[in-house]
């Protein structure tokens, strides 16, 4: 479904990505894995087009994106849940949900059905403000915007981040059932191991720039060589 290849980039001259390769395929979902500032948002960053790579391509059902603007990108149905959630505080749940069906492109402001069935509570929430909702609350609305641009692949990035434990693993549940229940393929980024390898079939390991380990996740569980790569 996606596929990268070679992908080289840079703030400035400075490097940070330095050759990545990964793909994740319809229904799966790969967890990216790294120490802090190896370079996983600056991926992410790059396959939603808000930073163009120097090198490599990134190709989406078999077509060639890396040149496209970031709302072209979009309304190929490749979303992104940025670090820190992105969530609007002043709008209501209501206008920041309306704001994630903008990403599909079709001129139709309608929040689709399934995200009611995903986020049940959130139908009680609609008219409150985002910002008075609990960190968990919010996570959950980033997720439920992502999910009203109607796509094919989600960007995670970090969505456990500062999050209760009881509602990590809730979030943990709900990406599992994007991935089963609508075939979308996530890409996980996580500092929480435990939840990523539940969550995720396969997990790749980041460090500068690169992708120096890969493995199912039943095995990189035990794996000391997870632990030096992520210094754990
Ligand atoms: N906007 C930016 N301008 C310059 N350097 C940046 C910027 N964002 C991140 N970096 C640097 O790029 C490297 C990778 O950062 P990032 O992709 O955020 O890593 P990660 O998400 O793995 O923690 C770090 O050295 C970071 O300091
Ligand atoms: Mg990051």
Do not use: W
């Not at 309306?98 to 001129?107: E, L, P, S, V």
Request: glycine share 12%; with cysteine; proline share 4%.
């Amino acid at each position: 479904m996606l596929r990268v290849s070679g992908i080289h980039a840079a703030y400035g001259s400075v490097p940070v990505l330095n050759g990545v390769d990964l793909a994740v395929e319809q229904g799966e979902v790969l967890a990216l894995l790294g120490r802090n500032g190896v370079g996983k948002t600056t991926l992410m960053r790059v396959l939603i087009g808000l930073l163009k790579a120097t090198a490599g391509s990134i190709e989406f059902a078999g077509q060639e994106i890396g040149r496209l603007p970031p709302h072209r990108i979009a309304h190929l149905g490749i979303a992104y849940v940025p670090q820190g959630r992105g969530i609007l505080p002043r709008l209501t749940v209501r206008e920041n949900l309306k704001i994630g069906t903008r990403a599909r492109g079709d001129g139709n402001d309608a929040i689709p059905a399934e995200v009611f069935d995903y986020f049940p509570a959130l139908s009680q929430r609609l008219d409150q403000a985002g910002g008075t909702l609990s960190g968990g609350e919010q996570q959950m609305l980033a997720l439920a915007r992502a999910l009203c641009g109607a796509p094919k692949v989600m960007l995670l990035d970090e969505p456990s981040e500062g999050i209760q434990p009881n509602i990590v693993q809730e979030i943990g549940r709900l990406i599992a059932t994007f991935a089963n229940g609508r075939g979308t393929a996530v890409i996980l980024v996580e500092q929480n191991i435990d939840l990523a390898l539940q969550v995720a079939r396969r997990a790749v390991i980041m460090e500068k720039g690169r992708i120096v380990h890969e493995g199912k996740s039943e095995e990189l569980r035990n794996e000391a060589a997870m632990r030096r790569f992520l210094a754990i």
